[in-house]
């Protein structure tokens, strides 16, 4: 039986769950894909093996198997954040192994061990990476994007082809060469074309990519003939695919668009034979599009909130298909089923099919769920409005302990969360993290800032030029908003990693009445330091965000940066690095521990030596959350 709950107030709250808990028997689904005979893979990312990540598989009679066996992980480090690591054929998985980052092959169904099909270096001595292979048809030729890293100069991209009727070991062949990046090949169904998308510094691929097709025959593309389909500097695309005519249906936007116009947001057209023409004129986002039969299915995103809904490729009307989760994935064609990761409320995230007949069935989760509903917080979408007449969103957590209740006229502690990108997304639903916070008395704020995804071009573009100073702006909106609504109570404290961990240490110099203490993950305290290290994919990405180059903006760069702006600070800090990590190298972090070393300012500073952007193994991800609670506690404490 169930004892009465303890009055008793937030801070002195116990967690349902402790950070060992919070992580054990966990793992991550990612990296879905299916086949015409039912038959659907994906990668489970285990911290309980030091962040291994292993292809598995699931047979149309429901049986479940692990493919890659032990010490290979299915990684790709591929403008270090890599992609989709692996691609399938009727009987072969050819995979990039992250510790080498070689292409390996083996059978499946004769439990072969992986031979590696691609040499160690290149001719030159170079590192080769491997993201997004796939394979003709026909079953002869892979291509892919690839990544050659080493000596002096910036690493190279391209496009690569091998020829897998070749025995053995061999180099690939570079097939399509000259653009800075690139990403996403495909053959077309008859193998007659190959598609793909690039884009040039100074640009990210959310600012300006071109969509490209070239025919392709005996393993080379007709530069003559190749063709720019789509897109340009003032214009993205998310996603395309080839229909079973061989068109190709993709999803963009435009720059400078209006926040109320249709191109605004992502929407689908279609091309072929030189012939393009627009099929949906939605007033939010249709960013991931899918080929199902004849027909399509998007991935939609509504004030930041995903859903699915069938389009009509000739009225490009929507119609929604219903799930029960907050929270979804881009979908894959397995059989005549569709699967899909999805996060609802209270559980956590599943791997999931939905039947021909709409009826859902769920095949796995991320974790076993012990905990009682009583001690889950749901989120409430929030919206509210900035200082500069605009809107800003965000998702809200209450505390909820079903041991506990709290004098009457109490409001609790917020722990804001400030997401990574910064152009990326805050995502709703359940997370046993979260309930360790909200279960120990803390309401969660976690704030989709102007600069997020999900919201169209014009909220993503607020934040160019304007990073460091727009996002914290909101975040201090936000927390007025909340106050006045009588939400949360006076203690704050914040939390964040990568661009969040910067915005972390902005907020605590730049607003140093506002937060008791923070967090900072992988952050970035010198924006110089920054630049000077940071790896290809992003030495651009700043000059967007900053308004300029560092040559002509140094003092931008400067002012912006957290550890210029020590003085400021009343706030004590927590600090956690990877010691490998290639985006925000290490000596960010480093940087920053000195310095508050040097002049006595309260804080703590963990390094962990094989972790790189974004920790992945057991041990490091329950130490961090156990450390940043125990910090915060003793801070909100006077301890």
């Known amino acids: ?158 496009l690569c082809l091998l020829d897998l009727q070749k025995p053995g070991i061999q180099e690939p062949k570079i097939l399509v060469c000259g653009a800075d990046f690139y990403k996403q090949p495909f053959f077309s169904p008859d193998g007659k074309n190959i598609a793909w998308l690039q884009w040039n510094h100074p640009y990210m691929p959310w600012d300006s990519t071109v969509l490209c097709c070239s025919p392709f025959a005996d393993g080379e593309v007709n530069q003559k003939a190749l063709c720019r389909i789509a897109g340009s500097d003032s214009e993205a695309i998310s996603d395309f695919s080839f229909n079973s005519n061989g068109e190709i249906r993709y999803s963009i936007d435009r720059k400078g668009a209006g926040q109320n116009s249709t191109d605004n947001f992502f929407n689908i057209y279609t091309w072929h034979n030189g012939s393009t023409k627009r099929i949906t004129a939605a007033g939010h986002e249709i960013a991931y599009i899918l080929h199902v039969a004849d027909r399509i299915l998007a991935l939609t995103f509504n004030d930041g909130m995903p859903g699915l809904a069938w389009v009509d490729a000739e009225s490009g009307s929507l119609t929604e298909l219903p799930t029960p989760f907050l929270s979804i994935s881009k979908p894959v064609v397995c059989g005549e089923n569709l699967a899909l990761t999805g996060t609802p409320a209270d559980r956590p995230t599943q791997l999931a099919l939905i039947k021909k007949n709409a009826s859902l069935e769920i095949l796995r989760h991320t974790s076993e769920c012990h905990i009682s509903a009583a001690d889950i917080s749901s989120p409430e979408k929030i919206s509210f409005p900035t200082s500069d007449g605009q809107l800003c969103h965000g998702y809200f ?164 940066s957290p550890i210029n702006h020590l003085v400021n600070l009343k706030s004590p800090m927590i600090i956690f690095q990877g010691s490998e990590d290639k985006v925000v190298p290490p000596e960010n972090s480093r940087e920053m521990a000195e310095i508050l070393a040097s002049k006595h300012i309260r804080h703590e500073y963990y390094e962990y030596p094989t972790e790189a952007h974004g920790f992945r193994q057991k041990a490091n991800l329950v130490d961090s959350l156990e450390k940043e609670a125990i910090f915060f506690r003793k801070i909100l404490s006077g301890t």
């Not at 659907?40 to 911290?47: C, I, S, Y």
């Not at 066996?69 to 989709?84: D, N």
């Not at 961990?501 to 967090?519: D, K, S």
């Open 1 to 158: 039986m169930h004892s009465a709950p303890v009055t008793a107030s937030y801070l002195t709250w116990k967690p349902a769950i402790s950070a060992e808990e919070v992580f054990q028997a966990t793992v991550n689904f990612s990296f879905l894909s299916g086949d015409a005979a039912g038959r659907l893979f994906w990668v489970e990312m285990r911290p309980e093996e030091k962040g291994r990540c292993v292809i598995m598989l699931r047979t149309p009679d429901g049986t479940i198997k692990e493919l890659l066996p032990a010490p290979f992980s299915a990684r790709t480090r591929v403008m270090e954040y890599g992609g989709m690591p692996y691609v399938t054929t009727e009987t072969r998985v050819i995979f990039a192994n992250f510790s080498d980052q070689r292409l390996y092959a083996f059978d499946f169904g004769k439990s072969e061990t992986p031979a590696p099909i691609t040499p160690e270096k290149a001719a030159d001595g170079r590192m080769m990476k491997f993201m997004q292979p796939a394979v003709s048809a026909d079953g002869r030729w892979l291509v892919a994007a690839f990544e050659l890293e080493g000596g002096h100069n910036e690493p190279e991209n391209a």
């Open 397 to 560: 957590y209450p505390p909820k302990n079903s041991n506990y209740k709290t004098p009457e006229g109490e409001l609790p502690p917020v722990r804001v969360l400030v997401h990574g990108g910064p152009t990326s997304l805050a995502r709703a639903g359940f997370s046993r993290e979260h309930v360790f916070w909200t279960s120990q008395g803390y309401a969660i704020f976690d704030v989709n800032y102007r600069g997020s995804t999900g919201f169209g071009r014009a909220y993503r573009d607020a934040l160019l030029g304007e990073w460091g100073v727009l996002e914290i702006s909101d975040v201090k909106d936000g927390l007025q908003y909340l106050r006045e609504k009588r939400m949360i109570g006076d203690k704050a404290v914040v939390s964040g990693g990568s661009a969040g961990g910067y915005t972390v240490q902005r907020l605590l110099t730049m607003f140093p009445e506002m937060f008791a203490t923070g967090a900072s993950y992988f952050g970035i305290g010198n924006l110089v330091t920054l630049q000077n290290l940071t790896h290809k994919f992003e030495s651009r990405y700043l000059e967007g965000l900053l308004g300029g180059p560092m040559s002509t903006h140094r003092h931008i760069f400067e002012d912006r």
